[in-house]
């Protein structure tokens, strides 16, 4: 059970919509070719707006708000409510009939019709880096609760597997194994005998791959023990059983916030060969200012002074097609002191449903 | 310059939505929420429904639907027109921190908000074959015009390079080298010296990478010169010169029915070692019935008509997620008389973002 809200739009020629009798023959026309759908419609209420006209027209539980553009465009929005085993008299199929009709009839190339918007019963629609909208397909929440860090949901894709979503954001999938691999660069780096410090990794993926290679010990460090939790219990395809157990003879994961830890890592001279960054996303803005920045900033800083003189900092960066904030994080690179050096590394991730970039950095 | 929508929406206790006090408690608290960003906002109409209660407010130019369900949702559409250098004083940041807080206002966990919806300006929003919405990232439309057959768009993504659109639904972009090698085999299948008939293929990649094969002859019968025109200006990287040259010591385009063409081989008796279906993608339905069933079947009949014995029909077939029309597929093919056999095969389509799957159907 969910609303689905179907959207159309129509480029229109704006006289069209200026002139009051050109626009009420297109209500009419539009009214009549809804009416061949919804055969009881009703008039509800209209105004005139600051750019143009909106009407609203209803059947029963289905409210259609048609909007008009003085610019020359036409929005109309559906909107009901749909029981579980309901047949809605809208489906894809009769709206794109509905949509090329409407455009042969209004004499208009541009139209368009999305899928229905389904809204209220599973969490569907995940952003892209670059914030475009793309729908899953979720079948099944298997886990959603907030913590005091973050609203933790893990949610079940028919073709992506189990997917982990933190504050309204895809994490990780059980498909997802070539982001864990260009994040450490499986069969480039070598771990065997390595000292090794994740920051953040709740998934446990991380941990769980780079274990298969033999390092001498890893310490992950991950404010949020429900994170952990949820994970153990429902992404086990890829961490394994190492947020069950927790500790072994060549792994420890501390539940704590990572800077202090590093800030005491600092105190005792101790030091790692890999350094791995797997917190928070390089954020989408304007400029590399605010409280992201200043924090990935500060987790750059840090880690270099938990890093061997050879050690290397490994992270995720952005999507491609986010080009300005991979640029704002090289800069950031750029400005660190001692200097450093970076390499890239591109991977299509499937749950993303696109190209991620990922850092290796180490001192030049 | 675009209308955006903005959804919202809100899973609540069913009984705050039928109390009447409780729900004019809610409207209350998200207006005063609303208003923090637009803060001129004025109540402007409401009504009963038939499920629940609808209110709309607005400011200036913007519109403010929101929708009370008694099934216990409250769904939100703000709706406003962008001049091209206009700021939104909505975008997905600003949604998102007025998602938080409404959700917590009201106390619950499940609220969405979804990415700004672009309407009127460029096609961004195709389905998935499973009639998933997903945003391309669409900067330009390079082509557009209704041919007898159908709509044709050539429009620009800035990470898919330009992508081939027919009647709004994605059919081949600049990096789908993978759709068309998946489609013929390549490194499977041999070439060389056979004789091919292409039914459809009208973009022209399938026949541009068959003949890099030193086939003895391709004939590639296409209905659409529009297409292939359309093709040739703007998908080059694709389809190299066949398009604009139309025939060579080894291949000819012929523009008109395939079916008819077919009819006349079967009377010539002129026989291919491969006959490709690139036409129509194998529809998604109830039942394997209508007018397409109808020509998938005859196509495919046909095709084995103008076949040698050890002749192959290749096709591609519908996206993983849509088992029942794959297996509506396969069922056909399982009626065909003289009986046939056949394999698949899989691939990822950069352009569909999704898996494929493609057919090889021999005779058994």
Not at 12 to 22: E, H, K, M, Y
Not at 74 to 89: F, H, M, V
Not at 128 to 141: C, F, L, M, P, T
Not at 166 to 173: P, T
Request: net charge negative; charged share 30%.
């Amino acid at each position: 059970m969910s609303a689905n809200t179907v959207l159309f739009d129509f480029t229109i020629d704006p006289s069209r919509i200026g002139d009051d009798s050109l626009r009420a023959d297109a209500v009419k026309l539009i009214r009549s070719e809804l009416e061949r759908i919804f055969s009881d419609l009703k008039f509800t209420y209209d105004m005139h707006t600051v750019d143009g006209y909106f009407v609203i027209l209803s059947e029963n539980k289905i409210l259609i708000t048609i909007r008009f553009y003085n610019q020359g465009l036409i929005t109309i929005n559906i909107e009901y409510y749909l029981e579980d085993a309901e047949e809605s008299k809208l489906n894809f199929d009769t709206s794109k009939r509905l949509e090329n009709t409407l455009a042969k009839k209004l004499k208009v190339l541009n139209g368009q019709i999305l899928p229905p918007i389904k809204r209220g019963n599973l969490p569907r629609y995940f952003p892209s880096s670059d914030e475009r909208i793309i729908e899953y397909d979720i079948d099944k929440i298997l886990f959603e609760e907030r913590s005091e860090y973050q609203k933790i949901q893990i949610v079940h894709s028919k073709t992506l597997g189990n997917m982990l979503i933190l504050d309204e954001l895809q994490n990780i999938a059980d498909v997802d194994l070539i982001y864990t691999e260009t994040l450490m660069q499986r069969g480039i780096e070598n771990y065997k005998g390595k000292e090794i410090c994740i920051l953040g990794g709740g998934d446990g993926a991380l941990l769980y791959e780079l274990l298969k290679e033999e390092p001498k010990y890893v310490v992950m460090l991950e404010i949020d023990e429900l994170v952990m939790q949820a994970c153990n219990k429902y992404m086990n395809s890829i961490c394994g059983d190492v947020l069950e157990k927790r500790k072994g003879d060549n792994y420890e994961i501390i539940v704590g916030d990572c800077m202090d830890y590093m800030k005491r890592f600092i105190q005792q001279e101790r030091k790692f060969d890999y350094v791995f960054g797997d917190l928070t996303d390089i954020p989408i803005s304007e400029t590399p200012t605010g409280e992201i920045w200043d924090f990935i900033r500060s987790i750059l800083e840090h880690s270099f002074k938990i890093l061997k003189p050879d050690g290397k900092f490994l992270t995720h960066g952005n999507g491609s097609s986010c080009p300005e904030s991979l640029r704002m994080y090289e800069d950031q690179l750029k400005l660190l002191k001692p200097p450093v050096k970076f390499t890239t590394a591109k991977a299509f991730v499937p749950s993303f449903m696109e190209e991620w970039v990922f850092y290796q950095v180490s001192l030049a």
